[in-house]
């Protein structure tokens, strides 16, 4: 059985730091698209970054409202998702959450359908 767990969310301030960890168990890392997707109170979720597997050095992207601050990486290794958050905002707060679908050369195109539980990021002024 597929399942991600998220780990790393918390509170910081303005223009701090954190670094999410999703690690995924029950099948075969390499073969799926992953991404990073975030939901605020009383919006929709939205994508944050996607990373695809299909080229030996990964091919990543990331939204307008994250790009230069945050980035998707991985560790096949230890079956590992990681998305490092810098000069964090207030409007990056939400609960964000680690995604699993069919691997794909453009991740953004995907489907996903695997996700694990989230983890909370406040970002206070």
């Known amino acids: 059985q597929v399942q991600l767990m998220e780990s790393g969310g918390g509170s910081v301030q303005a223009g701090g730091s954190l670094r999410l960890s999703c690690v995924a168990s029950g099948y075969r890392y390499s073969r799926y698209c992953m991404a990073w997707f975030r939901q605020a109170p009383g919006k929709e979720r939205e994508r944050v970054a996607t990373?695809?597997?299909?080229?030996?050095?990964?091919?990543?992207s990331s939204e307008d409202s994250v790009k230069g601050r945050f980035t998707i990486s991985e560790d096949n290794a230890k079956n590992t998702l990681y998305l490092e958050m810098n000069s964090l905002k207030p409007e990056d707060t939400a609960m964000y959450y680690c995604a699993a679908g069919p691997l794909a050369t453009d991740c953004r195109r995907v489907v996903f359908g695997v996700w694990g539980q989230g983890t909370q990021v406040t970002v206070s002024l």
């Open positions: 990373l695809s597997s299909l080229s030996s050095n990964g091919r990543t």
